[in-house]
């Protein structure tokens, strides 16, 4: 991905080097893959590759019962094998790729104790919970140090092409992610990403398929070998995927609601040598709907567009 972005995944100047999104099929903490095989394959100007990931980790115990107890909870085992495949061509100065992936059990974690302002329901730090029901009586597991979890199962599709001269380099790609409800739940008790248990899990927060398309595109042109102008464009839209399906002031205002953000940046990096480099750049963004929920905005005014100027300066040097 980072190959096909014109910024090369700048935290200053790239959404998608700073934001996470497009990795791990729409959640960023299952970008890195544990217990995996990888196969790759280059023929003349074509390459290949594929990638597996084996179930691994417990699954918890789980109980679709709003009364539940210890003894109610039954032990679920793990799904959350994951496979990608990759199809690329290098043609003279012509690159592209075409890549899938799927991963079940997706976990998007939460902390426990910023759930209660987080989310509408009453999400507890101190007592296990599973689709935001409480347990009855002794919790499974012990809260301390724990994580709440969001379960999906994650697919997406990427494709992107880059033009690439010794001076001028164009880019351009679009991703398509869409994210249901986990077809095998994990349950209290389920390992995440190294190592932490889940305390409180949710297998059903989609009330309908959620959708995510995100396209970009830049240039790049380099003068003298030395300095690099950048300009980048990047878009991200999401449907409605949480109920009330109407986001207005009366139904309910919430991250689930559609919702588009739109970021541009233009800078200028100049290499005074190989580890060394100074650059100046400005990035503006804006958001609506529900990707605007993070941003502060006037009371009644909930779809107001909202938008973000942000000039850097800096330099690097590269050990």
Not at 68 to 91: P, V
Not at 122 to 148: C, F, H, K, M, R
Not at 280 to 295: E, K, N, P, Q
């Amino acid at each position: 991905m980072l190959v096909y972005d014109p910024a090369n995944g700048s935290y200053a100047f790239s959404y998608i080097g700073y934001n996470g999104t497009m990795a791990g099929g729409g959640d960023t903490e299952d970008s890195r893959w544990d217990d995996a095989l990888k196969y790759r394959l280059t023929f003349g100007p074509a390459h290949f590759g594929a990638m597996y990931k084996f179930a691994d980790g417990s699954a918890g115990c789980y109980s679709p019962s709003a009364g539940w107890t210890a003894a109610t909870c039954t032990a679920e085992q793990a799904h959350n094998n994951a496979y990608g495949f990759d199809g690329g061509l290098k043609a003279g100065k012509l690159f592209a790729d075409v890549v899938f992936q799927h991963y079940n059990q997706a976990i998007s974690v939460l902390n426990p104790l910023l759930g209660a302002q987080s989310l509408t329901q009453p999400y507890q730090s101190t007592t296990d919970s599973i689709n935001t029901n409480q347990i009855t009586g002794a919790n499974v597991v012990n809260p301390s140090n724990t994580l709440y979890g969001i379960v999906t199962d994650n697919s997406a599709i990427m494709g992107a092409a880059k033009y690439s001269s010794q001076e001028f380099k164009v880019y351009g790609g679009y991703e398509y992610i869409w994210q249901n409800n986990p077809s095998n739940p994990l349950g209290v008790g389920a390992s995440d990403q190294g190592g932490y248990i889940l305390s409180g899990v949710e297998d059903n927060n989609l009330d309908s398929e959620k959708l995510v398309q995100i396209w970009w595109t830049g240039a790049k042109y380099t003068l003298k070998k030395q300095t690099d102008f950048t300009v980048a464009w990047y878009e991200q839209r999401q449907n409605d995927f949480r109920v009330p399906s109407a986001c207005n002031a009366t139904a309910g205002f919430r991250a689930s609601c559609a919702g588009s953000l739109n970021e541009g940046s233009f800078y200028i990096d100049h290499h005074f040598s190989k580890r060394f480099d100074s650059f100046l750049g400005i990035a503006y963004s804006y958001v609506r709907g529900g990707m605007d929920i993070a941003i502060p905005h006037g009371p009644g005014v909930p779809f107001k567009s909202d938008n973000n100027l942000a000039p850097t300066i800096g330099s690097r040097f590269a050990f």
